[in-house]
Structures are given as C-alpha cells and as structure tokens.
C-alpha cells in the first residue's frame, strides 16, 4: 500500500468499522448480558484506536465516538464527546511508557477506560441531584458503584480482544506501516 | 517541539469550549442543535434496522431450538383459544358499536378520545447511566406533532408507561424512560379516593429496575402491592396510564418513600406505542365536522 492511497483506506476502514460497531452498540439486547451491563463497543474503538494509532486519530474517534453516544443514547448532546475525549486522551498518553502497543497492554487500557467511563457515566447522572444532601446520598453512592464497576468492566474484556485482533489485522493502517504509526505516538 | 505540544493542546482546549456551546446551546427549548442529529439519524437507521432483523433472527431461531417439542402442543392449543377469541371479538365488536352510540347520545368523553395511539419500534437500547434513552423509529417528518414541544406519552401494547419522547428529529426520536433521574411524573394508587403522589426515577434504585415514589401523604395507607396509575395532574400524562407496583415502603420522619417496580420490561421492549396529543386545529375541526 502506497502512502498517496493510505487515507483512503483509513476513512475507508474507519466508516465500516464505526457503522457496523454503532449498529451492533444499538441492537445488542440487555437480555443477552448475564449481568445488567452491555458492552460498551463504541467506547472500546474509541479507545483502542487512540491507544494504538496517532493523536489526530485519537481525536476523530473520540469526537465520532462521543457524537454518536450522545445520538442513540445521551439526553443531550456534549457529556459523551467530552467524555470520548478525555477517555481518549487519556489512552493516547497515559502509561504510553510502561504498556508496549500489544494485545495486554491493549486489554489493560481498555478494562481501565470502562471503569472510567462507568464512573462518568454515574456522576453524569448523579450531578443533578447532587445539592446540600451529599452526605446522606454517599453511602448508597458507594454501594452502587461497586455494584456496577465490575460488571460493566468485565464484560468489555472479550470485546476488547476481539476489537485489538480486527484492528491489528484488519485495522485502518497496513500492518507493515504499524510501526510508523506507533513512533509518531 | 514545545511549540508543538501547545498546538495540540489549544486544539483539545478549542474542541471542549466548542462541545461545551454545543451542550448549552442544546439546552435551550427550540435549539436547532437537535437538528444535526438528522443526516446521521437518516444514514443511520437502515443499519441499525438491519441488525435488529439479525438479532430477531437469531432470537427466533434459539427460541425456535429450545421450544420446538413443545411448539406443536401450544400450537393445538392456541388454535383452540383463537377460535374462542373469534367469536369474542365478533360479540365485542357489536357491543361496541352500542356503547358508541351510547356515548354519542350522552356526550360522554373518554380518557384517550384527545390522544392519538400511534406505533413505533426500537432502534437502540440504552445501556448506562447516562447513556440510558433510546431511540424509536418514528420522526417528525412521519408526524408532525412529534415537531411540538408538547410532552407526549409512549406506553408499551397493555397501556404500562415506558417513558415521554424527549426529542425528534425527522425520521426518529429520542425516548427518556421512567428509570431516568430525570423523569417525574404525577401519579395516584389505583383505588378509591387512592392518594396522589410522586413518581420519579433514581439514579440508586435504576440500578434494580426501580422507580421513586414520594411526596406521600402522612394519612395514606400505602402498601406493598399497590398499583399505581398516572394522576392526569398537571395535563402532561393522560389519567389512568399503567405505572407499576409499589414494592416496599419506608417510613421516616423527614418524609415517607416507596419503591416502585415499573409494569414495563425494558429488557424485551421491541414495539411501543405513543399517546399524541391532537393539535388544537384538528380539534377544532373535528368539533366543526361534527357539528356539520
């Protein structure tokens, strides 16, 4: 693959991926979860790709990411692309040092950004209400959370795989190109 | 290179105060901001469309590997209840037709004679706190009330409320269900001179599928087990919409507090049904039809 066609097939790739991903995000039934939560793909993509490939990628996917959170989700638009953003921000640069850009270091990042994306999600919900009764509202605050964490943390991991194997061999850059991509980090 | 870092950095900081005018803009009543939502939701739908067919296919199939011993019986069975159901409807039908014109004659004026049931099915579920709506696959360029900003009710087939649209665009809308913190809704327990109260969602009791109830009165006699219906207060909700089962109450001196357990689903959702106001106009011309 030439650099002058290499756009192409990222914004290519990117599409197929992004479309199939909302489409299953958005279909996938709560009754096929064993526990209450779902997995989270938009989010993992989001993630991966910025972990994996360049801060301009990290950026797209974030704010693609957020918009169609908010879209099929959200009640308003914003809190998920600012969320994306930080998430993404987050994987692009945090622990870049210590985690190589292979299938562990990959799922690490992807079970810590949902455990943050569930921990936003839940302040998301709880600002509201949040006035003058925050000490009362604490210890039932606590309890949910690790009621939630977990679950929604554990069922990301096969995803997770699954995503970082697609990518790798089928991602937006060529496998060949993998390493320019990795040093531009 | 340092130069280089600030650059990426004032476009991070760029992108959030664009997001966060995004956001405040959108909170403002009549925003267009909901109307960047419409290409996306237009090149969207087919997609998500055709997974849902997947996943109904799928569903049937592991529903029809698991059943198909029993599948013959049921169906045995159910032709019999259909035949009964036939003739039930044949007798219904015809006294329908005599409580119409019953109600004719007496100028009564039911419930639901203002409001519009009108189909619509799942595009996506929620599935986190606060990325918990939904969205239905009906916009306002399938009706053009959805366009108003009037409340409008969406119930699941045996009337039990699901949630209120909270916004459209033109070819679906975005639906906030009962579980939401945000949503609130007038109801009463469903007896005689049953007390009115407050149904709302909670972010600690989402997580068990439940639902707030308070402002109760000191001398109600709230149980476990009533049911409790929409008061019609306020003209929001319509009276008499299904809301769901008190579970447990709690009694303290700073106020009491029930559980509620909602009569909907939300794990099997496929169908719902809204509750469309009709627009003053077309009720004016109906009232000028019907006095023609």
């Known amino acids: 693959m030439t650099d002058s066609k290499r756009p192409w097939r990222k914004i290519v790739v990117y599409i197929i991926y992004f479309i199939l991903l909302i489409g299953l995000q958005a279909a996938w039934p709560a009754a096929w979860s064993q526990t209450a939560a779902k997995p989270n793909f938009i989010m993992l993509l989001a993630v991966l790709c910025a972990y994996l490939y360049s801060f301009n990628d990290a950026l797209f996917c974030a704010l693609v990411a957020g918009y169609f959170l908010d879209f099929l989700f959200g009640k308003t638009v914003g809190p998920g692309m600012l969320v994306m953003l930080c998430l993404a921000l987050l994987s692009h640069y945090l622990l870049k040092k210590r985690l190589h850009a292979n299938l562990i270091g990959a799922v690490l990042i992807c079970l810590l950004m949902s455990a943050l994306f569930q921990l936003a999600s839940t302040a998301l919900s709880y600002l509201p209400v949040l006035n003058n009764d925050i000490k009362s509202l604490w210890p039932g605050l606590l309890l949910y959370i690790r009621q939630t964490l977990w679950p929604s943390v554990r069922v990301n991991i096969i995803p997770s795989v699954i995503l970082f194997v697609l990518l790798h061999f089928a991602g937006p850059y060529p496998r060949h190109s993998y390493d320019y991509v990795k040093l531009e980090r | ?292």
């Open chain 2, 1 to 292: 290179m340092s130069k280089f870092k600030f650059n990426r950095f004032s476009l991070v900081v760029l992108i959030v105060v664009l997001i966060l005018g995004l956001f405040i803009w959108s909170l403002f009543p009549g925003s267009p901001v909901d109307a960047l939502f419409t290409p996306v939701s237009a090149v969207l739908e087919p997609v998500q469309q055709g997974f849902i067919k997947i996943r109904t296919r799928l569903s049937d199939t592991w529903t029809a590997i698991n059943d198909g011993v029993g599948l013959s019986e049921e169906n045995r069975t159910l032709q019999e209840e259909n035949a009964k159901l036939e003739q039930e409807v044949r007798t219904l039908t015809a006294e329908n037709q005599k409580y119409q014109e019953l109600k004719d004659a007496l100028k009564i004026k039911s419930a639901y004679d203002d409001l519009d049931v009108t189909h619509a099915s799942l595009l996506s579920e929620g599935f986190s706190d606060w990325f918990d709506a939904f969205r239905i696959d009906i916009g306002s360029s399938d009706d053009q009330r959805l366009a108003t900003e009037d409340t409008i009710a969406v119930v699941d087939s045996q009337m039990a409320l699901i949630g209120r649209i909270q916004s459209s665009d033109l070819s679906s809308s975005k639906v906030l269900p009962l579980l939401n913190p945000g949503f609130v809704v007038s109801g009463k327990v469903n007896r005689t001179s049953g007390a009115q109260v407050r149904v709302h969602g909670d972010a600690l009791l989402k997580a068990s599928g439940l639902c707030m109830v308070d402002q109760i009165p000191e001398n109600s006699t709230l149980t476990a087990g009533d049911e409790i219906i929409t008061s019609g207060e306020g003209g929001i909700y319509p009276a008499g919409i299904l809301l769901g089962k008190i579970s447990a109450v709690h009694r303290s001196s700073g106020g009491n507090w029930a559980e509620l357990e909602p009569y909907v689903d939300f794990d099997s959702l496929s169908d719902v049904f809204l509750l469309i106001p009709e627009t003053q106009s077309q009720a004016a011309e109906t009232t000028a039809a019907t006095t023609d």
